[in-house]
């Protein structure tokens, strides 16, 4: 009954081939790759890149409506939140969250379509996320041709930044990363806000938020079942870090890190936890935790977002370029 509920608490039920339907639709937006002299407002500009025929994963590429000429920009690849099994890059609140970046930074940005669960479980949003990590490689190299918004980007300032579901992608994929020669591309950054990260032991602000508005407890579980492979807990190294596994050799050779929670949020103690973890292995690591606000805030109250521009804004343009990563 409590899987029920929550599965109409989210707006999706099961179709017989065992996909979903995603009922609740936040609005979608096409990409705007002309400047239109009618909209005075916009702020940056977009265009759609496929990555992969076969797993529909894509690129929404996003520059400044006018770019420098005389400096090249840090490149931040983006992943959306969603819990992994909502949204998409073209949700307006992730493509304007994008413009802004885009355009604030500023940067030349690559958001990234990646596969949803349970249709497709994790890892198959990391393998997404990695194979974005590659396609800017072989843009760099250019070897098959560049696409002309890459010029504006400096490739030896990469940054990955995600939120939600997204900032534990960003994490993964940036471990995985590890294991190849990514030259000529450097990634300098980890960017996490509010990252979905969990356990099976409760942590004080779950307990203490369980009933939270935006992401009760009992919601978190039922999309962790979700997205989880089959059989496996929540101390699997996908929603727990600290569980190490795999991970643990590879964990000192991350870049630097951005993390940003809210004690509102009843994720925040897990990105607490990770702050911990990173330092502990001698990770670079500037956090904030936030009084108050709750889980997607900035998607939310423009003040809030505002703040979250500048902090990583500043995060991304004060990271020295490194050449040993």
Request: hydrophobic residues 40%; proline residues 7%; aromatic residues 12%.
């Amino acid at each position: 009954m409590l899987r029920l509920h929550t599965f109409k608490v989210l707006g999706i039920k099961w179709n017989s081939d065992g996909s979903l339907e995603r009922e609740i639709q936040i609005p979608t937006v096409n990409a705007t790759p002309f400047a239109d002299p009618k909209h005075h407002t916009q702020v940056a500009l977009s265009t759609d890149i496929q990555l992969s025929p076969n797993s529909g994963a894509y690129i929404r590429l996003y520059i400044p409506v006018n770019p420098p000429t005389d400096k090249k920009l840090p490149l931040v690849i983006y992943l959306h939140g969603g819990d992994f099994v909502l949204f998409s890059v073209s949700t307006v609140v992730f493509h304007e969250f994008c413009n802004n970046i885009a355009a604030q930074f500023p940067a030349v940005v690559a958001s990234v379509e990646y596969r949803l669960a349970p249709e497709n479980r994790l890892p198959e949003a990391y393998e997404d996320a990695l194979n974005a990590i590659f396609w800017v490689q072989s843009q760099a190299q250019g070897a098959f041709g560049r696409d002309p918004w890459l010029d504006y980007a400096d490739f030896s300032r990469v940054f990955l930044m995600g939120s939600g579901a997204g900032a534990n992608i960003v994490y993964h994929a940036a471990i995985r990363a590890l294991d190849f020669d990514l030259r000529p591309i450097r990634i300098q950054g980890i960017l996490m806000n509010q990252p979905f990260f969990g356990g099976v032991q409760r942590t004080p602000s779950e307990i203490r938020l369980i009933e939270d508005a935006y992401v009760p407890l009992y919601v978190c579980d039922v999309l962790w079942s979700l997205a989880l492979p089959p059989n496996v807990d929540r101390d699997h190294e996908f929603c727990n870090p600290l569980s190490g596994d795999s991970y643990v050799g590879r964990v000192p050779r991350l870049p630097r890190f951005f993390i940003k929670g809210d004690e509102g949020d009843p994720l925040v103690d897990r990105a607490t936890q990770l702050v911990q973890l990173l330092q502990s292995y001698g990770v670079p690591v500037v956090y904030q935790f936030n009084q108050g606000g709750y889980h997607g805030i900035e998607l939310l109250n423009e003040t809030e977002a505002q703040y979250l521009y500048s902090a990583m804004r500043d995060f991304v343009y004060s990271t020295r370029v490194t050449e040993d990563i």
